[in-house]
């Protein structure tokens, strides 16, 4: 009888391997559309477990209070406004179609009204390249442009937390908690490493698979594992990327 190797097993969602709930603030998203501008304070810079960029608490005039990732130079008692009218400073939340070219940009709705989606990671930013029709082009921080609605709402600045990654850990306690907040593996083994029953990159004694690292998408958990349907591999791939 065989044995479900790591990958198939946090497949399954288990409690073993979900994230943990303690230390959990709230969801970072954008009050409802309106109409009209809002206006409201940042009244509280929290974290929370598993979250890289720290939440501003921002509460409205009209009280209702929501949470939003902090941009760099975010203070308490800052006023934030909310709308198309609103003045292009850091953390104000205006719609791409209203945000001038160049401008840096992040917590990007996909779609009107759903938020805030995409560019909410520590140190990231958008920037909106053109308007068109009704419609904005931002590039992502992975270099690929998006059209996108320009009636999407996106926060003015650069979310903050940028170079946390550059301080060193030093025990390897910090890597564990810091892996287990966010639901991830650690340590990390190299499948190659493995036993031939905890991978199917495992056994043999020269630490080589002794076949292709590239599967399909459509592979069943068992046997997807390594390069997930790879473009190019080997080095062949290798040299035609870097012509």
């Known amino acids: 009888m065989g044995k479900r190797i790591k990958v198939q097993r946090r497949g399954r969602g288990t409690p073993v391997f979900q994230s943990a709930h303690t230390g959990k603030v709230a969801q970072a998203r954008y009050p409802a559309l309106s109409t009209e501008s809002l206006r409201g304070t940042v009244k509280d810079i929290v974290h929370e477990s598993g979250r890289a960029a720290p939440l501003a608490v921002i509460e409205l005039a009209n009280g209702e209070t929501f949470y939003s990732a902090a941009p760099e130079g975010t203070y308490v008692e800052q006023e934030i406004v909310i709308g198309a009218d609103a003045p292009l400073m850091v953390g104000n939340i205006i719609p791409l179609g209203k945000v001038?070219?160049?401008?840096?940009v992040n917590n990007l709705e996909l779609k009107p009204g759903?938020?805030?989606r995409i560019v909410r990671a520590s140190g990231t930013y958008a920037t909106v390249i053109a308007h068109n029709l009704g419609k904005t082009v931002v590039k992502l921080p992975s270099k690929r442009s998006i059209l996108l609605s320009a009636e999407?709402?996106?926060t003015i600045g650069v979310i903050s937390g940028g170079g946390r990654l550059e301080k060193p850990r030093l025990k390897a306690g910090e890597g564990h908690h810091a892996a287990k907040a966010s639901n991830k593996v650690y340590p990390t083994a190299h499948g190659v490493k493995m036993t031939a029953a905890s991978h199917p990159h495992g056994g043999g004694r020269h630490r080589r698979p002794g076949k292709s690292t590239t599967v399909s998408r459509n592979a069943p958990p068992g046997a997807k594992v390594g390069l997930i349907a790879a473009r190019t591999s080997g080095r062949g791939g290798s040299k035609r990327q870097r012509q």
């Open 100 to 104: 001038p070219e160049g401008t840096l």
């Open 114 to 116: 759903d938020g805030g």
């Open 152 to 154: 999407s709402r996106a």
